[in-house]
């Protein structure tokens, strides 16, 4: 046996140690991504006609809206993310999961927080503070869930044969030490009995919200752009030490943006955050030379292949970032600030860069953990120009009708026709994601099908002569 | 960076650095905050909401108004207005001074430009007062008369400062709209108000068949197009009472030291 023959022995225990884990987190993923995306869906619907949902108590725009807006981050981006991070990790190892059977739990105890958060959303329960909108019940599944995949991921990353990092290795670690932070922060200090006292809750909330779709969902994207985008292309990720350099000066700055500029806070607050907007320029150039200098000359053909969803995807992040670059210059700021245009942003960083990165990877990795091919192989490319054609749609509406309203002085009526342009985005969207979910779960019940079948023999075969006691 | 370690010393840096920053640091400085006074009456402010107020707070949060509606008024500066209260004791000097109130730009001015538009006054004999408002965008749209500051959430929990304008800032909307009947009809059939793009909420009120005489909440004035069928009613539920009054209580009003402007009733013209 040659050395390239263990090797991909090696990869195919590997993979198999990660089936079942990751196909419970990635299979409610896909499950949460179509039905925030419906959401998403029905609360633009009030943009066509504000009475259109106002006879159900349980459907108003804010019910609807935070449960899209929680199912994109909580059900789909975190677990998908954590899957993720199981593979590369093992792989990066080259070693098996270590206790697998802990985030096939964590997995489902985390998909029952998801559900009950949302279910106590619309029932009216919720927080009233932005991305924390969860009750306790939910918050303390989410974070036990977390803490015990982490545990997972971080005994297979000691596991590693080649002791030296990888760059991807720095972001998606830091994403698993950050996430436990922030969220335990947030709870005790915004959920319990006796929250701060005033305005402070609104800075704690601004702080956790920018540490969560900004820096946590940069370190994943970014963290599994640049394991695949090398491994796609053939090319070695160049270099180490701009990639080094991206990562340190994202956490140094991007973890103090998030204050907006008239906050009703002392002024070194609002400031400070603008000053460190204005920084995010040095890692956005650090990402963008990362990208350019791994791609040059490569030749890699993939119209719509994950190769597009993780280039495309890193793409996206630096439109994203440099949309908080242009919200913290004071020109514009106080313009957009309050307008769609915030909105656009948030929407960015979710579907369109780290949605496009998670998508794609879930494609790659799939067919490896279940040793098969894609049930339906032409739906990789086709959900990546769906997504493509509808995040078009949905995100540059969204950020001109910011600049209308910015410009009408925040009119009602000044930015209604690109509003309405945004449910065709989402429909392509949620086209898109539902091909997702289709071919994770025609997978999921072809290898069930396969384990009964397989099970059934076991029973039904006659014993071997060998074993008969004569 | 080759170690694990070194990615969990990276971590505890910047995380660390702005837990301090923007977590710590706000609580200590915020959190503690008392009642201040405001200034010229000297009352205590914030003044603690009614219990019906507060119980409007958590129906504001539970049907999710932060998500079009902020609580925040921003604000650009001050401008200074210099008002002649007295033309002078004499008929000459009243001469003198409309001839130089003539040649002088006496509103929207600077500090220095007020002082000295108030010298050149005083200095021939009349009486002036300078008056203080605050200045912006927010403040021009009319939502209200100085930006929000940190006493005006103390007793909110939670604080819903909100992110997103589709409907107007309501930081002030007591202050500004102090008609309890107007919220009622616009909560109801936002339709009434020319260019509301806000969803019904129709569910917290009740439609009911009207008895001999109409129940002394019933919704008046309701236009022909929203009102209900004959000898029926419209009759707010205990939410949407308590809804407003929580709107109500919204105000920034008074002038405090970090939010100095002149009341408008102490103006004399």
């Keep these: 046996m040659n050395p390239a023959d263990t090797n991909q022995v090696c990869s195919a225990k590997i993979d198999a140690s990660c089936r079942v884990p990751l196909l419970a987190l990635f299979g409610g993923a896909a499950l949460w991504l179509v039905l925030g995306l419906a959401f998403a869906l029905i609360a633009s619907l009030t943009f066509h006609n504000p009475e259109i949902l106002a006879y159900c108590p349980c459907l108003t725009y804010g019910h609807t809206l935070a449960a899209a807006n929680n199912l994109l981050v909580y059900g789909f981006a975190i677990p998908a993310a954590l899957g993720v991070i199981l593979w590369i990790f093992a792989r990066l190892s080259q070693a098996e999961l270590v206790l ?116 946590w969902l940069a370190l994943v994207g970014l963290g599994t752009a640049f394991y695949f985008i090398p491994k796609i292309s053939g090319q070695p990720l160049k270099s180490r030490f701009y990639a080094l350099f991206a990562f340190w000066t994202l956490i140094l700055f991007g973890t103090w943006i998030g204050i907006p500029a008239g906050a009703p806070v002392p002024a070194w607050l609002p400031t400070t955050s603008a000053l460190a907007s204005y920084m995010l320029i040095i890692p956005i150039i650090a990402v963008a030379v990362v990208l350019v200098k791994t791609l040059w000359g490569a030749k890699v053909a993939s119209f719509g292949g ?66 098969t091919e894609l049930p339906f192989k032409k739906f990789v490319q086709v959900q990546f120009w769906l997504s493509f054609a509808g995040l078009a749609l949905y995100i540059i509406p969204l950020a001109v009708a910011g600049v209308m309203q910015g410009n009408a002085v925040y009119d009602p009526a000044a930015a209604k026709v690109p509003l309405m342009i945004c449910t065709s985005g989402l429909m392509l969207l949620l086209a898109g994601a539902v091909l997702l979910l289709v071919n994770i779960l025609v997978m999921t019940f072809k290898w069930k099908i396969a384990l009964a079948k397989s099970a059934y023999a076991a029973v039904t075969a006659p014993l071997e002569s060998s074993e008969v006691k004569s | 960076m080759k170690s694990g370690f070194g990615v969990f010393f990276a971590v505890v840096i910047a995380l660390g650095g702005s837990w301090v920053g923007l977590v710590v640091g706000p609580t200590l400085q915020l959190g503690t905050a008392k009642q201040t006074t405001v200034l010229v009456s000297g009352d205590l402010w914030p003044q603690q909401r009614t219990g019906e107020a507060t119980l409007g707070m958590q129906v504001y949060r539970a049907n999710g108004c932060a998500a079009c509606h902020t609580e925040q008024m921003r604000q650009d500066g001050v401008s200074f207005d210099v008002v002649l209260t007295s033309p002078g004791k004499t008929p000459a000097v009243a001469t003198a001074v409309s001839n130089v109130l003539a040649t002088l730009k006496l509103n929207d001015l600077d500090k220095e430009e007020a002082d000295a538009a108030a010298g050149k006054i ?128 919204l105000r920034a009003d008074v002038p405090l030291y970090e939010a100095p402007f002149t009341p408008v009733t102490t103006a004399k013209p």
């Excluded at chain 1, 545990?151 to 996430?179: C, D, K, M």
């Excluded at chain 1, 436990?180 to 402070?200: D, E, K, M, Q």
């Excluded at chain 2, 909420?201 to 309701?222: I, M, Q």
């Design chain 1, 306 to 371: 994950i190769f597009c969803y993780m280039r495309f995807g890193t793409v996206m992040f630096l439109i994203s970032a440099l949309m908080l670059v242009v919200q913290a210059c004071p020109k514009h700021g106080s313009v957009l600030e309050f307008t769609w245009f915030g909105q656009a942003q948030v929407q960015l960083q979710i579907l369109g860069f780290v949605g496009l990165i998670l998508c794609g990877a879930i494609h790659d990795i799939l067919p490896q953990i279940m040793s």
């Design chain 2, 122 to 249: 005083t200095d021939l004999g009349g009486k002036v007062e300078t008056h203080l408002s605050a200045t912006g965008t927010d403040i021009k749209r009319g939502w209200g008369v100085r930006h929000s500051v940190a006493a005006d959430y103390l007793y909110d929990a939670p604080v819903q400062l909100g992110n997103l304008r589709a409907g107007p800032d309501l930081a002030n909307v007591g202050g500004r709209l102090a008609d309890a009947n107007w919220h009622l009809n616009h909560l109801y059939a936002p339709g009434i108000v020319s260019g509301s793009r806000m969803p019904s909420f129709k569910f917290l009120f009740e439609v009911r068949k009207a008895g001999a005489k109409p129940s002394a909440d019933a919704l008046l004035n309701l236009p022909k197009e929203f009102a209900p069928a004959d000898g029926y009613e419209v009759v707010p539920k205990p939410e949407a009472k308590e809804l407003v009054a929580y709107l109500l209580s």
């Design chain 1, 100 to 215: 697998p059977i802990v985030p096939v739990a964590a997995a489902n105890l985390w998909h029952l927080g998801v559900f009950v958060g949302v279910a106590t959303i619309f029932g009216g329960g919720s927080s009233g503070y932005t991305w924390l909108e969860f009750p306790r019940a939910a918050a303390a599944l989410l974070g036990v869930s977390f803490v015990l995949v982490a545990i997972s991921a971080v005994a297979t990353f000691g596991q590693r044969q080649e002791r030296e990092l990888y760059p991807s290795h720095w972001f998606l670690l830091a994403a698993l030490l950050w996430f436990p932070w922030i969220y335990s922060t947030s709870n005790l200090f915004l959920g319990s009995n006796h929250p701060v006292r005033g305005v402070a809750q609104g800075v704690i909330n601004w702080w956790y919200a920018d540490n969560l779709v900004f820096v």
